[in-house]
Nanobody, 125 residues
């Protein structure tokens, strides 16, 4: 099992900055992707940014150039630096982890997903 602890949510003014962090614990050796999603009432949960073990990143078009995702493998932590915040960034942000586990003696594996409880980000003047 993997447990996720989120921190850094809060309020900011338009143009301001916030930094979200997510620390994974438990069976962390199989983690290959860590990222952040966000959701507002009445809409689906969408990817904000993700990063793989190899360092490949993926960003939503709406945050490119403003948000930066990074990870500290030694500490099993992923961070999201959010700059130039806009009111439309307001949402609940969820940490997401994808981990691979071996399921049989032949070495077959499957990927499992884990979610944080969510942290509120509010951007308003």
């Amino acid at each position: 099992q993997v447990q996720l602890a989120e921190s850094g949510g809060g309020s900011a003014r338009p143009g301001g900055s916030l930094r979200l962090s997510c620390a994974a614990s438990g069976s962390t050796s199989g983690i290959n992707v860590m990222g952040w999603y966000r959701q507002v009432p009445g809409k689906e949960r969408d990817l904000v940014a993700s990063i793989t073990t190899g360092g490949r990143t993926d960003y939503a078009d709406s945050v490119k150039g403003r948000f930066t995702i990074s990870r500290d493998s030694a500490r099993n932590t992923v961070s999201l630096q959010m700059n130039s915040l806009k009111p439309e960034d307001t949402a609940i942000y969820y940490c997401n982890v994808k981990a691979r586990f071996v399921i049989n003696v032949e070495g077959a594996s499957r990927t499992r997903e884990y979610w944080g409880q969510g942290t509120q980000v509010t951007v308003s003047s």
